[in-house]
């Protein structure tokens, strides 16, 4: 089923498309995967990611849990795939460098988050606050830039 979202803070009209829908029994409720075509399109035309790097993220996407976290080892995922430790490793860096995936560190450890502007798993609201949340933190990161760079000149 193919959607269509208006961005909140330029106006354009993002197509998406939902991919996947189930009751699921752990969490309660219904919840849906939904991919973001332009940003696929984009990630898509990159040159500079590798097959290694796509299929590295298409296993984090099917593994990763509710509102877009995944735990787990680059030995697991390198086990699961068949692709040297090394060159998981590389591939989660190139990820990290796209914006695509993002380490976390809470509570001692280590969770990769997946960008909610190519893959959401979770309920629509709880997607729409957490772009609010990530628009707040952007805001105060520019904030912040804005008087490092005005203390640095006077």
Known sequence: MRIQQIDADTGEVLDATIVLCFNRKKIGGRFCMLFQDDAWDTLLQDRELTFSA???????????DFENYLQIRQVVISEKLGIAQPNVSTAIKLLVNKGVVEIVNREGYRYYHLNADYVWKGRAKTLQHHREQRGQQAEL???KLELSEGGLSA
């Not at 796509?54 to 990763?64: D, S």
Request: proline content about 0%.
């Open 141 to 143: 990161g520019r904030r």
């Open 54 to 64: 796509l299929r590295v993220l298409m296993f984090m996407i099917r593994r990763m």
